[in-house]
């Protein structure tokens, strides 16, 4: 049976993720300490202790998410028939794929929550989940808004729509999403608006960085968020990492693709389960099973 490997993205940290790994495995205390050694931080600290609001920084959780996805998947040693990240884990999915190393990749994560962190600094917006909607509707209503910028951010599941965008712009759709059905329309605990044109200074400088990486034919199929589609071409996997930062994740598009494809099964490999539940409200049928250590 076709198993796909499954990396999540912000927001699925928590204070302890990879103690365990660290303390049971070699490897894994020699892959945190090369981490620490290029980011310049205890990351460990902020992984194994916290506090929550360090490990909540976009410059410290969007590292640790990677380390600890990448340490799992080398503990855990499972040969995939394709890989996938929910918007950072995608970059935690080339690594294992064998796209870049590591550390390069750590580079390029770097350089991406660096500069995501510098976007919410320079330019402040929010993100809000709408559910309950058809994509339609939703997409509709952002391009009604005229008090600001406000798109579709992440297509989570069927009826499960993430919106990105102004402050301004995102407060006004909550209640137009409220009054044309949604279940569920609030606003999201975020200080930046991912994966929406207010990320654009962001996507520039980790464009740079990602020009000069060498992207390497990856071992397995990887389906990149913004197309949803299988690919194994390292030309095609650049150009989408880099208009990723201010695209839609087409997360349910991703896994009904898989699905068509073949896989049946699907591993969440990191903390916490987020990606197994939208598996789940994704494919009825589909087995889904969630691996921190």
Not at 61 to 74: D, E, K, S
Not at 76 to 83: K, Q, S, T, W, Y
Not at 138 to 164: D, H, K, W
Request: include cysteine; hydrophobic fraction near 45%; aromatic fraction near 6%.
């Amino acid at each position: 049976m076709s198993i796909a490997l499954l990396f999540p993205g912000q927001g699925s940290q928590t204070v302890g993720m990879g103690r365990v790994l660290y303390e049971k495995s070699a490897r894994a205390r020699k892959l945190f300490e090369e981490a620490e050694a290029v980011l310049g931080i205890p990351l460990r600290q902020y992984m194994f202790e916290g506090p929550p609001e360090m490990l909540k920084r976009t410059s410290i959780t969007q590292p640790a998410l990677y380390v600890h996805g990448y340490v799992v998947a080398v503990e855990r040693g499972i040969e995939p028939a394709a890989v996938a990240g929910h918007s950072l884990g995608e970059f935690t999915a080339l690594a294992v794929a064998g796209v870049f190393e590591f550390v390069e990749g750590l580079h390029l994560v770097k350089i991406r929550a660096e500069a995501m962190q510098a976007a919410c600094d320079e330019k402040p917006g929010t993100m809000a989940a709408i559910i309950g909607l058809p994509n339609d509707v939703v997409e509709r209503l952002c391009q009604e808004i005229t008090e600001g910028v406000v798109v579709p951010a992440n297509y989570n599941s069927p009826g499960q729509i993430v919106v990105s965008g102004d402050i301004a712009a995102v407060e006004a759709l909550i209640p137009r999403a409220k009054a044309a059905g949604a279940r569920l329309a609030k606003k999201l605990e975020v200080n930046g608006a991912f994966h929406s044109p207010l990320m654009a200074s962001a996507r520039e400088k980790l464009a740079a960085a990602i020009a000069a990486t060498p992207f390497r034919a990856p071992r397995h199929a990887i389906y990149p968020n913004v197309t949803a589609r299988a690919t194994k071409d390292p030309h095609q996997l650049k150009e989408l990492l880099t208009e990723q930062l201010t695209a839609p994740v087409r997360w349910a598009q991703t896994l009904q693709n898989m699905w068509e494809d073949g896989i049946r099964t699907f591993y969440e490999l990191g903390p916490g389960n987020v990606l197994v539940g939208l598996v789940k409200r994704t494919l009825s049928e589909a087995e889904a099973v969630a691996y921190d250590v």
